[in-house]
């Protein structure tokens, strides 16, 4: 059988105290599921995506790289999805995640801004976020203005490259949310797409998957007022989401279109380290021996024992023959 549905938005580990699918476990669940290609998004963050690409390649399944984002509209903000389709949208993905996180001073308050993506747009598929986007905060709020400025902005910022999401996990928001969705593809003329937002692999691990939330909020189960998903949050089967949706079967049809529009895998490089610019002039090595012999120095009141010099020696050269004489550096002088 052909596949019909493949997962767009998929949290791992790396969404941190969030998730709770590993990334090694992604190959095994979309070859259960007959899946060709899976789209990892973590909240506003890329950590996995190398481990997740070569993870997914070596077991035949095409890996879709992506970031859950948090979209800001004056103090309004919600989830928009970002999918790679090209080098060129990886490279603009990470310049858009590290400003975000340059710009504020909290990580709790990291988000993008629609003037971000003015020069950064390129190569990038956007999903409009489902219940918990920018599009259904201003729907909410019955703000049509807005509502009008953000779809007008977001299909010029993503020409051809823009999906009103649609969600279905037995939540009453989405119900409520679902007839305006519709209703702004068809105004704006722009193609449905139907995601899963999976946080854990089986209904089985709902449980579990809820105390962690907990943890992460400091909060406990029995508080009605927290944070919560849903026991369909789960990574579902094919034959429960073209079943869920069979009412838009163009909903599930797009998520195979945006994975065959979906065409980058990043390549292994060594780690660039930044070179240390040392105001005396000596080489990184030669800075790295006289700090390090004053350090040692410093600590020991005096001369250096001959069997201390020994081993500071022994160690430098095993830092220099890793070529990491300027990481240390740069790590003692963030210290």
């Known amino acids: 059988m052909s596949p019909s549905f493949i997962h767009l938005r998929v949290h791992s580990a790396y969404s941190l105290a969030e998730g709770a699918i590993k990334v090694k476990d992604l190959p095994a669940l979309c070859q259960a599921a007959g899946m060709p290609a899976v789209g990892m998004t973590d909240s506003m963050n ?7 690409a070569l993870t997914c390649a ?6 879709i790289i992506g970031c859950q984002a948090i979209l800001t509209d004056d103090a309004v903000s919600g989830t928009m999805i970002l999918l790679v ?5 990886y490279k603009n ?8 996180y340059l710009r ?16 950064c747009s390129e190569g990038l598929i956007a999903l409009t976020g489902g219940a918990d ?3 259904a905060k201003l729907l909410l709020l019955n703000d049509a203005a807005k509502v009008q400025t953000l779809c007008t902005a977001l299909k010029t910022i993503f020409p ?10 037995g939540l009453a928001l989405e119900d409520q949310l679902e007839p305006q969705f519709l209703a702004l593809a068809d105004e704006y003329e722009l193609p449905l797409v139907a995601t ?3 946080y854990f692999a089986t209904p089985d691990l709902y449980e579990a998957h809820d105390a962690l939330l907990c943890v992460a909020a400091g909060t406990t189960v029995s508080q009605p007022e927290r944070r919560q998903v849903t026991p369909e949050h789960y990574f579902k089967s094919t034959e429960a989401m073209l079943e869920l949706f069979a009412d838009i079967p163009e909903a599930t049809a797009n998520t195979l279109t945006i994975a065959q529009r979906c065409s980058f895998m990043p390549r292994e490089v060594k780690p660039l380290l930044p070179p240390f610019a040392s105001a005396s002039g000596r080489s990184e090595k030669d800075e790295l021996c006289y700090q390090a012999a004053a350090g040692l120095a410093k600590r020991l009141h005096g001369e250096i024992p001959p069997e201390y010099q020994a081993r500071l020696e022994e160690e430098l050269g095993i830092i220099e023959s890793m070529g990491f004489p300027g990481y240390f550096l740069i790590v003692a002088d963030f210290i």
């Open 196 to 198: 899963n937002n999976a």
């Open 85 to 89: 389709q090209t080098e060129k949208g």
């Open 104 to 119: 504020e001073q909290s990580t709790d308050s990291v988000t993008l801004h629609l003037a971000d993506f003015n020069e």
């Open 58 to 63: 070596g077991a035949g399944i095409q890996p």
């Open 46 to 52: 890329l950590f996995g995506a190398l481990e997740f």
């Open 160 to 169: 051809g490259n823009l999906y009103i999401e649609l969600e279905r996990h």
């Open 133 to 135: 986007g920018l599009l």
């Open 93 to 100: 993905l990470l310049s858009l995640i590290s400003q975000a």
